[in-house]
């Protein structure tokens, strides 16, 4: 059986800088809003929240932060470094923010085999008190999981969960692979979408939950496509993703979706000009432009 908190929308919001330091009060109003709007959990640390682009001190800050702010809704808090030991590190500093769960990517500079990638979680697992979401995502982390390594990793006692990359965009190819997961990883492992253009078509193929990147800036719209899917509305659901197409275009233009969050984030007046870390640069004046115009119609 799936755990009830890995379903529904698991929203991650960006980490807004203000110079060279994180706008913690920033943070906090983005995760508030959140928390407001109804979200089902809340990720902070993701790779929208900047975590490889953080220090640890930082990212203590940015997990207490996002623990006060997010009232009852549960927080999942990032802990991937490039070593074993500094991600056993931050994994005790989330538990000791509060975080329900930890996020374990596995960013890597030499290529890992699989068996020092279940090194790694296998550790985590042994050292951690809440559950495990395991972070695939081959284009920031540069690691890819075999089926083998998805069914020796998700039989660890923590493992309660996995963040895929995009799903097929078409429905009924979306649901095939989610099947196939479900054989592959051990019986209740919550299996969640993540690649914000794809969410639709995973939710309506089965997926437990969307760990959405873009809804941690704009839950709503998320929200109403989750709530669609979850009461077996289908073609509603789909129907409502393609509508924000535009939204989608410019995340597959500018490299995912940090640069778009901070950029709707800035338009909104919810955090300040140029809010990423350097050397991270804030989109250009047409997508800007593209933004607005999309912002306007929502």
């Known amino acids: 059986m799936t755990s009830s908190l890995f379903t529904g929308l698991s929203a991650f919001p960006l980490t807004p800088f203000s110079g060279?330091?994180?706008?913690?009060?920033?943070?906090?109003?983005?995760?508030?809003?959140?928390a407001a709007a109804g979200v089902?959990?809340?990720g902070a640390l993701g790779s929208t929240?900047?975590?490889?682009?953080?220090?640890?001190?930082?990212?203590?800050?940015?997990a207490s932060a996002a623990v006060a702010a997010a009232g009852d809704v549960p927080v999942f808090v990032g802990v991937g470094t490039l070593r074993t030991s500094w991600t056993l590190e931050a994994t005790e500093d989330a538990q000791a923010a509060g975080a329900q769960a930890v996020l374990v990517a596995v960013p890597t500079y030499q290529a890992l085999r699989d068996d020092e990638v279940f090194g790694l979680f296998e550790a985590v697992s042994a050292a951690s008190s809440v559950p495990v979401i395991v972070y695939d995502n081959p284009g920031t982390t540069h690691v890819t999981y075999s089926e083998d390594l998805y069914a020796a990793i998700t039989a660890l006692p923590q493992v309660a969960s996995v963040k895929i990359p995009p799903a097929d965009p078409d429905p009924a190819a979306a649901e095939a692979r989610i099947d196939r997961l479900r054989t592959v990883c051990a019986p209740g492992t919550a299996i969640g979408i993540s690649g914000d253009?794809?969410?639709a078509a995973a939710l309506t193929g089965g997926a437990d939950l969307w760990y959405t990147a873009v809804g941690g800036t704009l839950p709503e719209p998320m929200?109403?496509?989750t709530r669609a899917a979850q009461a077996g509305e289908r073609d509603r659901a789909l129907v409502l993703s393609?509508?924000?197409?535009?939204?989608w275009d410019l995340c597959a233009r500018y490299g995912g979706s940090a640069r778009v969050s901070a950029a709707i984030a800035e338009e909104l007046g919810l955090v300040g000009p140029d809010c990423l870390p350097a050397?991270?640069?804030p989109l250009?004046?047409?997508?800007?432009?593209a933004i607005r115009d999309f912002l306007a119609g929502v």
């Not at 929240?49 to 940015?62: D, I, T």
């Not at 393609?242 to 939204?247: I, T, V």
């Open 223 to 225: 929200l109403t496509i």
């Open 242 to 247: 393609a509508g924000l197409q535009p939204l």
């Open 197 to 199: 253009a794809q969410g």
């Open 284 to 289: 250009p004046d047409e997508a800007r432009t």
């Open 49 to 62: 929240g900047s975590y490889m682009y953080l220090s640890r001190e930082e990212r203590k800050q940015v």
């Open 40 to 42: 089902d959990s809340i």
């Open 20 to 34: 060279e330091r994180v706008d913690l009060p920033a943070f906090s109003r983005l995760v508030e809003r959140l």
């Open 279 to 281: 050397p991270l640069k």
